[in-house]
């Protein structure tokens, strides 16, 4: 036992010395979500989150020489988590809105996307814009960056805000609401595992939120995202990236 613990501190230290990081040997704790199939989910085998941006970076941080502590919370406690120090990243389905780096910086975008439409199989109208959803009841989960346009626009009879997409789908499942909006990629993995065998994503609509998923730290943490951008850079060219998100459905 002994032998197998000092193998393992001289892999680090080689691990640190190859690497050229001042984070190398560091562990960072990483702010991911238990609901967010296919970015950040909680695989109920493993007790663990697993996903995209979790296999990200954890790629990045073995480029860097640094550890990764995944902790798992919602969507709408991480950026406070971050900026009070609870946790040094966000890797999860978070876009990188303008509104949000005023709080917080972002890396490079990883995959970027609109919000997806989700209504139930039996209703076949074709839902184009906000206008076409005139007097309805519709949810959103809260935190995101699809809440402002929606309240914004005035259309909408009712806004219900939940915790988590699953939540929201279950809603529109059972018919307690007509409509939802969340992150497309996550809409189409849910239903494409046949989770909400009642719903499916309107094709005819055109989002009007489209940005990019990034890594994002503390606004102070300037060298960490300097590592993670050239570490993101590489692993891009690499082909690193482009085969996490083809494992995930999302090349």
Known sequence: MKLKFLTIAAVMTAAALTSGSAYAEKVFKVGSTPTGSPFTFLDAKTNTIQ????DIIDAIGKDDGFAVKIEPMQFSALISSLTTKRIDIISAAMFATDERKK???????????????V????????YVSFADMKGMTVGVQVGTAFVKPLQDSGMFKEIKLYDTTADLMADI????????????????????QGKFPKLKLDRSYKPVVVNGVAIATRKDDTALLAEINKSLAKLQANG????????????
């Open 103 to 117: 709080v917080i910086s972002f890396s490079e975008p990883v995959y970027s996307y609109g919000e997806g439409l």
């Open 51 to 54: 996903g995209v941006m979790v």
């Open 240 to 251: 690193t990236i482009p085969a996490i998100l083809k494992k995930w459905g999302l090349d």
């Open 119 to 126: 209504v139930p199989k039996t209703d076949d109208k074709p």
């Open 173 to 192: 499942n059972a018919g307690r609401i007509q409509a939802g909006f969340l992150d497309f990629p996550i809409a189409a993995y849910a239903i494409g």
